[in-house]
Structure formats: C-alpha cells, structure tokens
C-alpha cells in the first residue's frame, strides 16, 4: 500500500458525514402516536439489555430536534445518515399511516436541508413494529410485504426531498444476533429461525428498493452491510478455507446475493437451506434479489476478524491466541475466531487495527469494480466522561478515527472508489443490548439531564471535513 505523507487529502465532493439510529436516539417511546418495535419490548424483559437500560428517553433527540440540527451544522457535517422509526409512522407496521411521525421527520429533513446537510435515511435500522412481529416478524413472509408498503409511503412523501436511500442496515446483526443467538431483540434462539429471517431480510431489500424506485423519480438506493476483513490465524490448509467460509457467512451470504443472484457455493455446500427451491428459497426468489441491485454499497467497519479451523485451535493458543471453540460468532460454521490476548482493544474487546478498513474496501472493490462504496459506520466505544472542568476530551478516539481516515486514504489511492465516509456516531446513545454504558459519540451527553457536549473528537472531526484532510491530532 502506498505511503503517505501528512494530512491525507481526499477526492473533491467527497461526503463527510455522521451517523445514528432511530431507536437508539430519538426517545419518546410512547409519544406522538408511536407504537412499541421489538426492541421496546426487548429492553423492558429482565436481564436483556445491561443495567436494564431502555430507549424510552435515549437521548431525547425527538425533544432536542433543532439543538441536535444545529451541532451537526457547527460539524460542518456534510451527510446526516438517520434511520425512520417504522412505528413511529405505522404504529401497527402497516394500516393507519401516523401523520404525527411523519410530521416529525418533514422537519428533521427540511432542518437538514435549511442547513445544507444530505439527508440520507435508512429505512429499516433493526426496529420492527412489534405488531409485525405478533404477526411472525421477519420469519413470515408477509413482513416482507409489509416493508414494502413502508417504503413506498416513505417514498411518496419524502422522495421530493431525499436523492439517496439506505434500504436496511447490518442484516447480519439483526438476524444472527436477535434470531440465532438471542442477544438482540426479538431474542430468539433458533438457527432455522435465523436462516429463515437472512432471505426474507433480502427479499425485503428487494421490496423496499422496488416500492422506492416507482414512487420516486431516479433514487439513488443502498444498503448497509456490517463486515470485517476475515484473516486466517494459522498457515494452514484447513485455516485458510475456514477464513473463506467466514468471509462466506459475514459478508458473502448478503452481497453475493444482492450483487448476482446466488448464494456463496461453500454456504449452498454446508446447508440446503442455500439452495434455491430446497430450503428457504423458493423458485424464483434469487431472481427478484438480483433485480434490485443496489446503487451503491454502505460498509459498516469497526475491526477485522481473526480466525482459525477448529482443528488449529490448540496451535495457535501456543502462540497466544485466545478463542473458545464452543463460543462461535456465527452459526453452522467450521471455524473459531480467535484474537491476540496482547493485542490493543477497546472496551467492547475490538481489536484496534486500521489497516482492516483499507483491505476490506479494496476487498470488495475488487470483487465489484463497478459498485460505489461509502463507509456508514465506523467509530470507537469509549467510556467517556466530563473532567472536573466540564470538557469530554477523547484522545483515544481521535487516534483511531485519524489511523481509520487515514486507511480509508489508502484505500482511494488504491484505487478504491469510496465516496464518503459517515462517522458512528454522532451522538452518545443506547448501544442496545449494552445499554448506556458503551459510548460511541462525538458529541457527549449526559443522560439524566440530556445535556450535550461536543467532544475533543468533534472538534478534531470539524476540522478534517473543513480541510477535506486528515492529519495530526486533536485542534
């Protein structure tokens, strides 16, 4: 890779940007006709989420609309990505459309726009109506449907007003995470159940893309896929295939699909389920995936993966490595992830290597020259706090978003054709099943008086989008 001097300048036009999530920030659970998702209901079972904590209030941004607006313009933010609260504006998650929800989210986009913001909304972020999923959620096939009536009213009244679109993010998370291991909402634990919602989440991008492009003239339409550079920590046969079918399961089941209309081979291998017309997939269904390729592609990336066959497990802790073969981060898979016990890491145990985000990007580049790629998320976990003086100062943060900007670089100088980059997150918030414990900010508030304070990060972050570089520390 090539070396570069400082700052790092990127491309003219290039998107600068923050990200948040509905659920996470907004609050006002029962307020202004919304109705309860999946995860307010989640969060209110004993021992779901840490500490018991809840999005009831978050971080009130519902309150806080114009205060928050205004710090994003103080950023300098060029792109504000958000997501819609589907029951906030079909409390039931279809039926009777809340004109109040929609009220709310006609004056976040114009706030936006009277700011010379982007506003790019993703449609679905992991909140799903909990009617939806009295009825059977993402399992049912009629979800899929319903998520396409979504988007179309979504389309119908903000298509004047918004150019580019984000269908879904992180369908890996909220299929393995809330339906195979039960760690996120709605907390099953069941592998046919997770297989199941992993198509329908694809047949649903394939409906909100569809519903989008009749209701509004020539959207520029994406998707968020969380993924990780998947090393093999063993020179070995048998860790080099188990680092492809981790690739496989984290990153190919989804975009191979939207990108070309089939699953990875070695997925179709291990399970019938990945076959078309034998398990979950019915005739005709990888067809309707392909013919809603998205636009562009949004690549959520915090750290790479290290991982090693079960076989090469026992080596590898000789040199110290640390991975349980019993605790797999996905299911049906003939590998072990595993970690570096002396390797830095933040405090939700990411290891801290910069250079995966510039592999990653050249990665899927290369695998699909022609596809546009953003980063939507990308950020450090920190707990943060106010010194004695008031003032939030994140060093360690700044640290990593520089060495990941600047990977990110060198990614572009490689030939890598990234558009934007959007920072997680702009505000601390509810970091789910976490709660408010972890903080992602750059933008510190203080939860039992929703006070905010900008970062040490933010003012760092201000200065790389005014310069369209990135270079030193904290100014």
Partial sequence: MPE??????????????????????EGAAAEGGRGPSIWDTFSHEPGRVRHGDTGDVATDHYHRLNEDLDLLSALGAKVYRFSFSWSRVLPAGRGDVNEEGLVFYDRLIEGLLDRGIIPIPTLYHWDLPQGLEDEGGWESRSTVEAFGEFAAIMGARYGDRVSMWTTIN???????????????????????????VHHNILLAHASGAAALRSTVTNPSIGIALN???????ADTEATRGAAALAFDQLVSSFLAPLMGGKYPTGLAEYSAQWVEGAGVVEDGDLATIAAQRPDWLSINEYHPRYVVAPEDLDAVRVDGWVGEAGTPFTIGQRFVDVTRGSAPKTIMGWILEPQGLRDILVRISGLYPNLPLYISENGYAGADFLDQNGAANDPERVDYLRDHITAAGEAIAAGVDLRGYFLWSFLDNFEWAEGYM??????YVD?????????TSFAWYRGVIASNAVSGGPS
């Fill in 4 to 25: 570069f001097s400082t700052p790092t300048h990127f491309p003219e036009g290039f998107l600068w940007g923050v990200s948040t999530a509905a659920y996470q920030i």
């Fill in 170 to 196: 992180e369908p890996w998370v909220l299929t393995y995470l809330g339906y195979a291991l039960g760690l996120h909402a709605p907390g099953k634990a069941s592998v046919d159940s997770a297989a199941r």
């Fill in 227 to 233: 993924m990780s550079e998947i090393y093999p920590a």
């Fill in 438 to 443: 972890t903080r992602f900010g750059i933008v």
């Fill in 447 to 455: 939860y039992p008086t929703g006070l905010r304070t900008p970062k």
